[in-house]
């Protein structure tokens, strides 16, 4: 059977990556134990560094890329996964190490999966996606730390990314009083009808960081890294919490132990690329049973197969609010 994909591909010698759209057969897929009917997948800022090449994401070459997908079990011989199970997949190395979610079929690896919620479409699943997946994560682990909706205000950065705009929802649907920084100020209707209490511009971040600054928020979910985090640490009350689960901003962080060894500070790391499969089934149930769908719908555009490359150029030129879902099918 044969099938459409989007294929990066570089020259050896020049190491200049091409992107196409190409018919390929199930010959061209690489070892795994079940065959996926892929419906939908979503545009990451992941994604959008591997197809623009502005990272070294992709780790072989030629490869499908596409870091989640959502689709329909057509053929499996791993124990407990059946022909005709909805199953999601994010992360494992998809898109960077084995081919990825653009493309009509995928052959992976059975305990990389995890049974589709029954109360998402398959849509909606991708609408979340990596982005979503994360900030609940991200949630949880301030949840573990402690901090409740009581506890004070969170501070949410990246906030009109995929990330931030799903962090806001479940925080604020959770109760928790939010705030959000963004350098699109242009965005504080949006990031108000999310459930944004207060909007703040990313600029307040940006300085060089003081040893310890005024004590603003109990916790934070920050998607951004660099400076703008190093900032975040100084602001956070005693005893306080930041997840820290991207790098929008630079992977470097310009701080002091100060945070650490005077207020208590804790620095959560959120990885989701590897998540064991309990905390991952975990984190689902509570995006299916926590998110309201209406934000959801809110924040999310459908694009066409076509259009993912020009998808992935936007979100990581800061174009992009929301989340972006690709019907594949």
């Known amino acids: 059977m ?6 990066i591909d ?11 759209i190409k018919t390929l057969s199930e010959a061209d897929l690489m070892e795994g134990d079940v065959d996926i009917r892929v419906e939908h997948s979503t545009i990451n800022y992941k994604d959008g560094l591997a197809i623009t090449g502005k990272m070294p994401v992709v780790r072989r070459f030629p490869m499908i890329a596409g870091v989640d997908l959502s689709g329909t079990v057509v053929a499996s011989t791993h124990t407990g996964i059946e022909a005709g199970e909805n199953v999601i997949l994010n992360g494992w190395g998809l898109g960077e190490t084995h081919l990825g979610a653009f493309a009509q079929m995928a052959r992976v690896k059975g305990e990389w999966l995890i049974p589709r ?6 849509a909606e699943a991708m609408a979340i996606g990596t982005a979503g997946y994360t900030a609940m994560l ?3 682990a301030l949840e573990r730390h402690g901090i409740t909706p009581a506890s004070g205000p969170i501070v949410v950065t990246g906030a009109a990314g995929g990330v ?6 479940l925080l604020a649907g959770l109760g928790y009083t939010v705030e959000a920084v963004t350098g699109r100020t242009n965005e504080s209707g949006y990031l108000k009808g999310l459930g944004a209490s207060a909007i703040i511009e990313r600029a307040e971040l940006s300085g060089a960081p003081k040893l310890l600054a005024k004590e603003r928020w109990v916790g934070a979910i920050d998607a951004v890294g660099g400076t703008p985090l190093a900032n975040l640490l100084t602001m956070i009350g005693y005893g306080g919490a930041v997840a820290a689960c991207g790098n929008a901003g630079g992977m470097d962080l310009p701080t002091s132990v100060a945070p650490f060894i005077l207020r208590g500070v804790s620095l959560l790391g959120i990885e989701s690329v590897k998540a064991s499969k309990e905390v991952r089934i975990d984190a689902w149930n509570r ?16 694009i066409g197969f076509d259009d993912i490359v020009q998808a992935a150029d936007d979100i990581v030129d800061g174009k992009v609010r929301g989340r972006l879902v690709v019907e594949i099918t």
């Open 138 to 140: 991200s949630v949880m």
């Open 164 to 169: 931030g705009s799903m962090a806001i929802a």
């Open 2 to 7: 044969s099938f459409k994909a989007l294929v």
């Open 10 to 20: 570089r020259d050896e010698s020049t190491k200049a990556q091409s992107i196409a």
């Open 117 to 122: 919620p029954p109360s998402l479409t398959s």
């Open 287 to 302: 995006l299916a049973r926590d998110l309201d769908r209406d934000k959801l719908n809110s924040m999310t555009k459908t």
